[in-house]
């Protein structure tokens, strides 16, 4: 089955591409520990919202919750602060790691909402939920992403129309590693050149999430590393290789749900285990060579259906 019949989509792809702070809502409604269990009430309820962050010092400390309202008006505790019974252990989000990420830690995690934390300060800059997220994708739907595909899909890829007897665009991209800040930029880049170049938008689409989870390895697991993109009419072929610790067991990392990512990328919503499953599924072919101490390489091919011919 071809991978768009597998759920590959429009929308899916723009989680790979957009942000957090692309979807969160910065208006947020935030609470003291000072404030009381009657305060929070009224708060809720005037604004019609299931949750707010507690604040102390212009720091997050803690997230208090309409369920812990219930709870605690169950119990008569009337009286109480909000400090004496908000979650401190609070799961953040940073703004500027793909949307993709996040959506993740929502299936892992079950919560209802993340605060969001600017990566350097620390400060809370948002807050983000589910709905959030549908907002945001809709509405880059509707702006900007349909539009696109429409200039780019009518004619053939301009790669195809070049008079030679083999025609090769070659681009390369240096990946930092530990950089979450620019991760997803070069798979974003990619995907831009070859829609430039004219090609077909669900080819491009399966090629730049293949690239993303690419990019994604390196960052993770790596000091740095490259990819090159060589694009000709018939296939496009991305190479991706690192600098890494190389991987032990290749047959064990391709099983769904084995990562070998540190608890801090976990917490990042990274490392699930997906991305090399994610890679086969999306490309036609992919080669995977790897020594241990040395580095990988990664290689996958997807061909071009010539839909329009001369």
């Known amino acids: 089955m071809p991978p768009d019949e597998q759920g590959l989509s429009k929308l899916r792809e723009l989680t790979y591409e957009l942000k957090v702070a692309d979807a969160m809502t910065r208006d947020m409604i935030t609470v003291s520990p000072e404030n009381s269990i009657v305060d929070l009430r009224t708060i809720l309820r005037d604004r019609r919202i299931s949750g707010t ?9 803690g997230i208090i919750s309409i369920e812990d309202l219930i709870k605690c008006l169950a119990r008569g505790e009337t009286n ?30 079950g919560y209802g909402r993340f605060p969001v934390l600017e990566r350097d300060t620390g400060r809370l800059v948002g ?3 589910k709905g959030d997220i549908i907002h945001c994708l809709l509405r880059k739907l509707e702006s900007n992403f349909i539009g696109k595909e429409r200039r780019t899909a009518g004619g053939r890829p301009v790669i195809q129309e070049m008079a ?19 991760a997803g930029g070069c798979s974003s880049k990619a995907k831009n050149n070859l829609l430039c170049l ?14 993303f989870e690419a ?3 390196i960052v993770i697991f790596t000091p740095g590393g490259k990819i090159t993109s060589l694009v000709e009419p018939d296939r496009i072929v991305v190479r991706a290789e690192d600098r890494g ?36 599924t999306h490309t036609d072919a992919m080669t995977l ?8 390489t990664l290689e996958f091919v997807v061909y071009c259906k010539r839909t329009h011919e001369a």
């Open 198 to 211: 004219g090609f077909d938008p669900v080819l491009v689409r399966r090629v730049s999430i293949a690239a």
């Open 164 to 182: 030679a007897d083999r025609a090769v665009f070659e681009f390369e991209w240096k990946i930092d590693g530990g950089d979450f800040k620019q």
């Open 215 to 217: 990019e994604m390895n």
């Open 127 to 129: 807050i983000i939920a």
């Open 80 to 109: 109480c602060t909000i400090g004496a019974k908000m979650t401190r252990d609070v799961d953040s989000v940073y703004s500027d790691e793909p949307l993709v990420s996040v959506i993740r830690k929502f299936e892992k995690r």
């Open 245 to 280: 610790p190389g991987i032990a067991d290749i047959e064990q990392a391709m099983q769904p749900g084995f990562s070998t990512a540190p608890d801090w990328v976990r917490e990042l919503g990274f490392g699930a285990g997906m991305g090399l499953l994610n890679i086969k």
């Open 289 to 296: 060579d790897s020594r241990l101490g040395k580095g990988t």
């Open 53 to 61: 962050p507690v604040i102390e010092n212009e720091r997050l400390v």
